[in-house]
T-cell receptor, first 112, second 110 residues
Framework: DGGITQSPKYLFRKEGQNVTLSCEQN?????MYWYRQDPGQGLRLIYYSQIVNDFQKGDIAEGYSVSREKKESFPLTVTSAQKNPTAFYLC???????????FGPGTRLTVT | GQQVMQIPQYQHVQEGEDFTTYCNSSTTLSNIQWYKQRPGGHPVFLIQ?????EVKKQKRLTFQFGEAKKNSSLHITATQTTDVGTYFC??????????FGAGTILRVKS
């Protein structure tokens, strides 16, 4: 069953801690993306990767880091430097940039 | 850089009424896509338009791509409660990544 998965669905952390969100896809897509969504708001691009071992900053990369060591995986680390990390985080993938994107179910992160 | 504007931000309609959301890009696009996000869910791809002036239909949904390939619209005829959610347009310049609009939140009163 092909798709894109994110785990966990809900995540709670204390302020000052780094946290890593998982994103895995078995769609053989080259491109992967991370978005942040705040309540009632649109999608803001954090980072994207067009190919393994390469990634670019999106519009709101400060306080976040990523890696793309495998085609299937694109984990996102929310660092303690991110001022307001509580949000809904969505991972997506596509065959190439500009193509239709498939989204994972998302991770709701709460930092207190 | 490329910007994609979407209006209205929010619309509340009576069930059975029509609904339209509009999308405008600051640059010419290679394609435009539409996504729907149900409350509490994730965005799901609806359709892609690539040709100037293209019109596509999916049941009660009609999608249009402008002649200049800089604007698009999504029209829903006779809304139902299952139509509630946020509708996003997303446009890509040639060779570039998708840029999403801010979305239109649709609420339907039954």
């Amino acid at each position: 069953d092909g798709g894109i998965t994110q785990s966990p669905k809900y995540l709670f952390r204390k302020e000052g801690q780094n946290v890593t969100l998982s994103c895995e896809q078995n769609l053989n897509h080259d491109a992967m993306y991370w978005y942040r969504q705040d309540p009632g708001q649109g999608l803001r691009l954090i980072y994207y990767s067009q190919i393994v071992n390469d990634f670019q900053k999106g519009d709101i990369a400060e306080g976040y880091s990523v890696s793309r060591e495998k085609k299937e995986s694109f984990p996102l680390t929310v660092t303690s430097a991110q001022k307001n990390p509580t949000a809904f985080y969505l991972c997506a993938s596509s065959f190439f940039t500009g193509d239709e994107q498939y989204f994972g179910p998302g991770t709701r992160l709460t930092v207190t | 850089g490329q910007q994609v504007m979407q209006i209205p931000q929010y619309q509340h309609v009576q069930e059975g009424e029509d609904f339209t959301t509009y999308c405008n890009s600051s640059t010419t696009l290679s394609n435009i896509q539409w996504y729907k996000q149900r409350p509490g869910g994730h965005p799901v791809f609806l359709i892609q338009l690539v040709k100037s002036g293209e019109v596509k239909k999916q049941k009660r949904l009609t999608f249009q791509f402008g002649e200049a390939k800089k604007n698009s619209s999504l029209h829903i005829t006779a809304t139902q409660t299952t139509d509630v959610g946020t509708y996003f347009c997303a446009g890509a310049e040639y060779g570039n990544k998708l840029v999403f609009g801010a979305g239109t939140i649709l609420r339907v009163k039954s």
